[in-house]
């Protein structure tokens, strides 16, 4: 079992950045850990994965180039980096670890195929 707490959020103007860390526990294994995030009224979206290597296997398309996700496996810690953020990608961030793949699946992260989600971190971009 691990926990997952994740941290660093917060309010930022449209254009600003921010870089979410996910800590765990424990050692982060050799699973792909992904990143979420739910809007109020939506759906929880898959936003980007990585593999056990730290190669990077997924990106939502609405934030292809502007996030970075990587993980530090001495510090037991997965990170999302996001630059020029925009209104829209306001929402509670939580990563997870998938519960089967040391890889990325090819295409959008699937909520039910991961668990040990954290207590999320609220990301609000507005001017």
């Known amino acids: 079992q691990v926990q997952l707490v994740e941290s660093g959020g917060g309010l930022v103007q449209p254009g600003g950045s921010l870089r979410l860390s996910c800590a765990a526990d424990?050692?982060?294994?050799?699973?792909?850990y992904g990143w979420f995030r739910q809007a109020p009224g939506k759906d929880r979206e898959g936003v980007s994965c990585?593999?056990?290597?730290?190669?990077?296997?997924y990106y939502a398309d609405s934030v292809k180039g502007r996030f970075t996700i990587s993980r530090d496996n001495m510090k037991n810690t997965v990170y999302l980096q996001m630059n020029n953020l925009k209104p829209e990608d306001t929402a509670v961030y939580y990563c997870a670890r998938d519960l089967q793949r040391v890889y990325c699946r090819d295409g959008p992260l699937r909520p039910h195929e991961y668990g040990y989600w954290g207590q999320g971190t609220q990301v609000t971009v507005s001017s």
């Open positions: 424990g050692f982060l294994g050799t699973n792909a």
């Open positions: 990585i593999a056990s290597s730290g190669g990077e296997g």
